[in-house]
């Protein structure tokens, strides 16, 4: 066995060993051994309680199946399968958990007065104006609330293949058939903060990944996240991250901002993407099977109530914290069959609930 395998299982066997002492995992051990052969073969779920890790466990029973899944799609990006059991530093695609990143980029700008979540997105993209869309605001932006009614994912991420800038991806944007007046229909899709990210790079000069960089990732020590290669970034999707790396971003949010003494956000921005955006009176025209029941606020869901957010992933990731128990945990994992993924969150954030507590 390698030096690095050894350390890394003394690692995990340390950390149960410090955390059993206050609390039992070992229902989060049982459904993490049950669950991740459907789950990709692989999975590592971290929690974050009282300042320190209270939880990391990694589970590695790929089949073969699984594996020749993962160097095909390797291979297509012209890379080498990464087959190794997941640690705190592996990385990979998070898809939909990157709305959470950048709604929280975006207040960074309202924080500083530099945007109003009330903007209208026509005062900074008249294109979007000149195709009958100028009037929808950032707030509506971050919530899905734009009205716009894009193709199916499938071919929305073929279709972003061939764009090449920031303005061509707007003007795509702006020729969608809409789904109703803006605000009052909820479509879940990547227009409204690719939307949002143009506005960002208009009113800095400066490229949404430095943005990202600069305001998020290096304030929050996140040394491997980004929004990946491509010519234009998705902000809805694009992301890149770590356990480790995301687990730090879950923390700020959980301490209203701040992070290691750095306020990152203030704390009247992180209650406003906590607040449920879908009332009575909206209309949903398209949610994910896994959001179930869900609320939305700004690039977060939101679980019962306000006691719970969370941005989960097309490839399975599922961020969450629990702003009444005070914790924070991430579960990474890469799989695309979706079916049953809902009522499986359900029941790891109640186990994790219950090992952890009042």
């Known amino acids: 066995m390698k030096i690095k395998t050894v350390l890394f299982a003394l690692s995990l066997f340390c950390c149960h060993e410090t955390v059993n002492a206050q609390y039992n995992f070992n229902k989060l051990d049982k459904w993490l051994a049950d669950n991740t052969p459907e789950m990709g073969g692989r999975a590592i779920l971290v929690v974050y309680k009282d300042g320190k890790m209270a939880y990391n466990h990694s589970v590695d029973e790929m089949n073969m199946r699984q594996k020749l899944v993962d160097r095909a799609l390797a291979k297509r990006q012209g890379k080498t399968a990464d087959l190794d059991a997941y640690t705190l530093t ?26 109003k979540l009330d903007d209208t997105v026509g005062k900074y993209l008249p294109v979007l104006s000149q195709n009958g869309k100028g009037k929808i605001t950032i707030s509506q932006c971050l919530s899905h609330m734009t009205g716009i009614n894009p193709p199916p994912l499938k071919e929305d991420l073929a279709e972003m293949k061939d764009i090449s800038t920031v303005d061509e991806a707007i003007a795509a944007i702006a020729k969608m058939p809409m789904d109703g007046e803006p605000g009052k229909v909820f479509h879940y899709s990547s227009a409204g903060l690719q939307i949002a990210g143009a506005i960002l790079e208009k009113i800095s000069g400066r490229s949404f990944e430095t943005l990202f960089q600069d305001r998020i990732a290096k304030p929050l020590d996140m040394k491997n996240t980004d929004f990946g290669q491509g010519k234009v970034p998705v902000p809805a999707g694009s992301g890149q991250s770590t356990p480790q790396d995301y687990l730090n971003f879950l923390v700020m949010i959980m301490n209203k901002g701040v992070y290691n003494g750095k ?72 799989h695309l069959n979706n079916k049953g993924r809902n009522e499986r969150y359900i029941e790891l954030k109640k186990l994790t609930d219950e090992a952890l507590g009042n």
């Open 90 to 115: 592996s990385r990979q695609p998070i898809a939909s958990c990157s709305k959470w990143l950048s709604a929280a980029l975006v207040m960074t700008f309202v924080d500083e007065g530099k945007l």
């Open 263 to 334: 306020r990152i956000l203030s704390e009247e921005s992180i209650a406003a993407m906590q607040v449920n955006r879908i009332t009575h009176d909206v209309k949903i025209t398209f949610s994910p099977a896994e959001a179930g029941g869900f609320g939305y606020g700004y690039g977060e869901w939101t679980m019962d109530g306000k006691d719970s957010v969370t941005s989960p992933g097309l490839f399975g990731s599922f961020p969450w914290l629990n702003n009444g128990r005070k914790y924070a945990a991430f579960l990474m994992c890469f």
